[in-house]
């Protein structure tokens, strides 16, 4: 085992002395004893140097072992040709993960295999977008490929374009443009604009949603067709070139991504187990969450040729206008002189059952082996993945490969770490979902906690980390240990320029840190297990960059060139998240005591509480009518507070030597995640079992607090029965103010 620095008692000085006044003359010794003794006294140091523990030593052997240039020179191996699902690509990628995994020095990793449903297109039968004349003649049709960068001419099996799990079908109809495709947007068409979409082929622009929420709203409106396009001024960065001259997106690039609705479900063939040889499945067309229309995604040079003839109303506001040199009239239909003309949809994809792997690897825990971090994060993309998902995958591999350093030099932390590279993400989770579905027991009982690894920037402004409450103080104490990349904070800590340019909202002097929604892999181990998560990556500057994500996302110009020309050409900010990510896991598999503070917890939900409230506050009249009181979830929520505060001050005063007491609080601090979870799920979405966060279900990417009582509000007015619509708001406040409660008395003083 490794030792701690600074446990000599002797100085060398003293040693080195003593052994010179062994050699000696019997003439010259008292001369030699003085000489000897002198050299000892001025040798001898000043002060004694304060122990460093062996946990700190090894996370700053930790720390200081991963590098940027192997960050750069996986992330260049991980992208030289597409890595889609389900296909021998990324399974080899698989096969090759596996094995340098295991000469990393791990205990174990294995390829752990799914059969789950997938989408691809027709290689025979492309799909495509066509304008038709009054004969059904196409007289404009949209591309079926983008443009290669340069230098990938020659790649195969770049898939095109496509919208997975679109239903199959060759729909014809009028146009109608809803903006982004928001239940907002849709509530503007039909309740204050009269118009109706049934039967009629939405145009809408990617942004601000998951693109799967604008299905459904198409959907539920009576759409028979679905196009989604990336309009410039959702993915274009004001002065920069389209790529690859600069890192915008091209006019015939365009978003791939699927489209499923699925809450949670994992593969929607096996909904709530995992899809194993055994498993019963649902007939294909039964699959939970798939949508029931024709969906396709194109550029926004082909968009513009759909929109530029638009008749119909006006845009009813500017924010309904993107940066095309069209007037973005909603429609329906084209204008008078095109007024005959329909657009019509040829959408020919496939859904079927492939197989798919998870690369698992293991190191042993030597105190407690029955206690799991995980560092999980997707090895599949949709091309090549420059940034989603190679960017994390990369650092992935050189957490991994640097834990493996530490273990062959004799350390194993304190509890079992397992690495993960998911497949099937882009999907919908696939790979990750199905493997926590297999495990669920074994998790729930012995899971301390998940740090997601997929991109490792979106931008290069500054840290973006969403986590559990649990987790805030541990980002905060860890960022104060990691030196910022930025320009013009040499020599200062990364917490310090993160909280200068991202200060928190909600919590004085302190940065922002995010609420945890969906669209990753920390999903299914947050909302559905209860295990502690966080997600740390690097983020433009969301206060003044307004285009969604990052222009490029999804498309074929996502390469290794446009991170190393434009987004991270030396590779610190990658090596910066690989501290974030790897410090983590480190403390949170090697501390002693867990360290999660529960306090946060109850001030986050003391937060949470207020805001809810105070949008119910919209309602005054209702509230009154209805009786409807909140005072039972503030009574939870302070008692929750008072709780915790107490839990604290007993974890300080911990015997830190009775090994019994440790393991006793930390199971209280690990359970705690846990005690919000309600085994009935969330109404209309049983897989989503947080009661205190949940995906909105208006926006899969962005988190809700209090998701209950949140959806019972929404756009309650317009409920046909109000009476009902109140009793299930007070039902919604009900089951929050037990569950805070009950999280309560699992802090309570055991005995």
Known sequence: MWTSLGTDTEPAGLRAAGGRCRVVVLGAAAGLFLLGFLIGWFAKPTEKKTPVSPHE?????????????????FLYNFTQVPHLAGTKENFHLAQQIQAEWKEFGLDSVQLIHYDVLLSYPDDAKPNYISIIDEHGNEIFNTSLSEPPPPGYEAVRDVVPPYSAFSAQGMPEGELVY?????????????????????????????????????????????????????????????????????????????????????????????????????????????????????????????????????????????????????????GPGFAANYSTRKV????????????????????????????????????????????????????????????????????????????????????????????????????????????????SIEGNYTLRVDCTPLMYRLVYSLTKEIPSPDEGFEGKSLYESWYRKNPSREYKEVPRINKLGSGNDFEVFFQRLGIASGRARYSKNWNVEKYSSYPVYHSVYETYEIVEKFYDPTFKNHLTVAQVRGGLVFELANSAVLPFDCRDYASALSNYAHIIYNLSRNHEEELATYN????????????????????????????????????????????????????????????????????????????????????????????????????????????????????????????
């Open 628 to 751: 409807v009181s909140f005072d039972a979830l503030f009574s939870a929520v302070q008692n929750f507070t008072e709780v915790a505060a107490s839990f604290h001050e007993r974890l300080q005063q911990i015997d830190s030597n009775n090994p019994l007491a440790v393991r006793s609080m930390n199971d209280q601090l690990m359970f705690l995640e846990r005690a919000f979870i309600d085994p009935l799920g969330l109404p209309g979405r049983p897989f989503y079992r947080h009661i205190i966060f949940a995906p909105s279900s208006h926006n899969k990417y962005a988190g809700e607090s209090f998701p209950g009582i949140y959806d019972a509000v929404f756009d309650i007015e317009s409920k046909a029965d109000q009476r009902e619509a109140w009793e299930e708001v007070k039902r919604q406040i009900s089951i929050a103010a037990f569950t805070v409660q009950a999280a309560a008395e699992t802090l309570k003083e055991v005995g």
């Open 344 to 455: 019509k949809m040829h959408i020919h994809s496939n859904n079927e059952v492939r197989r798919i792997y998870n690369v698992i690897g293991i190191i042993r825990g030597a105190v407690e082996p029955d206690r799991y971090v995980i560092l999980g994060g997707h090895r599949d993309s949709w091309v090549f993945g420059g940034i989603d998902p190679q960017s994390g995958a990369a650092v992935v591999h050189e957490i991994v490969r640097s834990f493996g350093k530490l273990k062959r030099k004799g350390w194993r932390p304190r509890r079992t770490v397992i690495f993960a590279s998911w497949d099937a993400e882009e999907f919908g989770l696939f790979g990750s979902t199905e493997w926590a579905e297999e495990n669920a027991k074994l998790l729930q009982a012995r899971g301390v906690a998940y740090i997601n690894a997929d991109s």
């Open 57 to 73: 030593h090894m996370k700053a052997a930790f720390m200081a072992e991963m590098k940027a240039e192997n960050i750069k020179q």
């Open 178 to 330: 809803a903006n982004y495709g928001r239940t907002e947007d849709f509530f503007k068409l039909e309740r204050e604009m009269g118009i109706n979409c049934t039967g009629k082929i939405v145009i809408a622009r990617y942004g601000k949603i998951f693109r799967g929420n604008k299905v459904k709203n198409a959907e539920l409106a009576g759409a028979k067709g679905v196009i989604l396009y990336s309009d410039p001024a959702d993915y274009c960065a004001s002065g920069t070139d389209p790529y690859p001259n600069g890192w915008n997106l091209p006019g015939g690039g365009a978003q791939r991504g699927n489209i499923l609705n699925l809450n949670g479900a994992g593969d929607p063939l096996t909904p709530g187990y995992p899809a194993k040889e055994y498993t019963y499945r649902l007939d294909k067309a039964s699959g939970v969450g798939l949508p029931k229309i024709p969906v396709h995604p194109i550029g926004y040079d082909d968009a513009e040729s759909l929109l530029r003839n638009m008749g119909g109303y006006a845009p009813p506001h500017s924010s309904w206008k993107g940066n095309l040199n069209v007037s973005y009239n909603v």
